[in-house]
């Protein structure tokens, strides 16, 4: 990718190409939506400076479109009404979850591609649905299994969560990952109203328990960070680990270095030097992150914010071989082979016994760990090496929690 000093190139009024983003951008989960968009504005300057999309025998400039869907399934059919009927772009890229049943009758009907953060949205109805990036909940396992292994010491581990559709299929998986490892879970997994603000009582009920892993799920930054602070207050001494830890830097001022030192999370720090290595194919993320940082902040950055852009160097290319921006054709081309280019390395479009379609690309994910106060990876593991020794154990917690794809109706 060329740097963002470089000449601007002038696109026609008809080379360009709109990307719609439907998204949290305020509100609880908007830390899950804006960073992201964010990120995308990044992505477009690079590819617009560097001549744009080529597509068919033209270059196109690539311009997203952001609709603020609240995480409200309502305001997200609004979004996709007006992003697609109104606006006319050529794919759009939501965080999933809660609002997708809002967007689904929309892609459908207009036979737009749809991308998701959240692979627990497919279903074999949801066919213009791809899930190309982040593969929530299932790389949880990927954290556990480590921590498993660097520490075979730890065998008890206690759960909380949101009552959502973004914590319950997580607290399957984390179920799964801590049987498969070994750990006992104590109690049953708390599962708490999304309109708490108070969580020193569900902290003291999981640490009554004595655990050796406090298990925080895949719980919004705005739980995240009291949770975590609730913990420090009421001395916990063990391990935490989360599927996100967001604005970390803010979590170690408000606990400690030596309290948040050896927290395992499922997202990096993209100016890790690891991401460097051969299989990685997200393009100089250090630079990227760099210029993150540059135009938004350090404490900005969260699991999200090279996401988005990572799907559209997939859609991107899959436009560019297809010769067209037609939401089939760019589907067909992406899937084409079976494989894909994930951003940590070369995975596989799966899903069909967990999802009812193979609509998520499948692979390689880091496991992190915050040490001396910085989040480092610690190792790119295999989530489909687990899913082949244990996929029955996830099966039957995703089942008893009514999250397999034909328990959500």
């Known amino acids: 990718m060329a740097g963002v000093s470089m000449p601007k190139i002038a696109f026609g009024a008809d080379d360009v ?14 830390a899950w939506g ?27 400039k690539v311009e997203f479109v952001p609709y603020d869907d609240e995480y409200d399934p309502s305001k997200a059919r609004t979004g996709a009404v007006k992003l697609i009927k109104e606006v006319g772009v050529k794919f759009v890229m939501m965080l999933g979850g809660d609002p997708w049943p809002g967007a689904a009758p929309i892609a459908e009907k207009e036979q737009m591609l749809f991308s998701t953060l959240l692979p627990s949205d497919l279903s074999p ?19 556990v299994e480590w921590l498993a292994e660097k520490k075979p010491e730890l065998k008890t581990a206690v759960i909380c969560a949101q009552d959502d559709s973004l914590g319950k299929p997580s607290v399957a998986t984390y179920l799964a990952a801590f049987e498969a490892a ?43 960070h009291p949770l975590v602070e609730q913990a420090f207050q009421q001395g916990f001494k063990g391990q935490m680990i989360s599927c996100t830890a967001d604005f970390y830097q803010k979590m170690v001022e408000k606990t400690s270095k030596e309290f948040m030192e050896g927290f395992v999370f499922q997202f990096p720090d993209f100016d890790d030097p690891a991401l ?13 992150y760099a210029e993150f940082v540059k135009r938004f902040g350090a404490g900005e950055w969260s699991a999200v914010s090279w996401e988005y852009a990572s799907i559209m160097d997939l859609w991107a290319d899959a436009a560019g071989r297809a010769g067209t921006t037609e939401p089939v054709k760019v589907l067909e081309a ?14 596989d479009w799966w899903g069909k016994e967990l999802f009812g379609i193979d609509n998520a690309l499948v692979g390689l ?34 089942t008893a929690l009514d999250q397999m794809y034909f328990q959500r109706g």
């Not at 190409?17 to 908007?30: D, N, W």
């Not at 070994?182 to 599962?191: D, M």
């Not at 309109?195 to 925080?216: E, G, N, Q, W, Y």
């Not at 880091?366 to 190792?379: F, L, M, Y």
């Open 334 to 347: 992406m899937q084409v082979g079976g494989t894909g280019k994930q951003a940590f390395g070369e995975a």
């Open 125 to 143: 109805e949801t066919t213009l649905l791809v899930a190309p990036c982040e593969v929530h909940p299932i790389y949880n396992v990927t954290g």
């Open 365 to 398: 994910w880091p496991v992190v760990k915050i040490t001396d106060g910085k989040a480092r990876i610690q190792e790119f593991k295999s989530i489909p090496a687990w899913w082949d020794k244990h996929k029955d154990l996830l099966i039957k917690h995703m």
């Open 276 to 288: 460097n290595a051969e299989h990685v194919n997200f393009r100089k993320p250090n630079d990227f």
């Open 182 to 224: 070994g750990i006992e879970v104590l109690g049953k997994p708390i599962f708490f109203d999304p309109a708490t603000t108070d969580f020193a009582p569900i902290m003291s009920k999981m640490l009554a328990l004595k655990p050796d892993i406090v298990c925080l799920d895949t719980c919004y930054a705005d739980y995240v």
């Open 34 to 60: 804006k960073p992201g968009l964010d990120g995308c504005q990044i992505w477009a300057d690079w590819v617009n400076a560097d001549g744009g999309v080529k597509i068919g025998d033209k270059a196109y």
């Open 17 to 30: 190409v709109k990307i719609g983003f439907l998204a949290p951008l305020t509100g609880e989960v908007a």
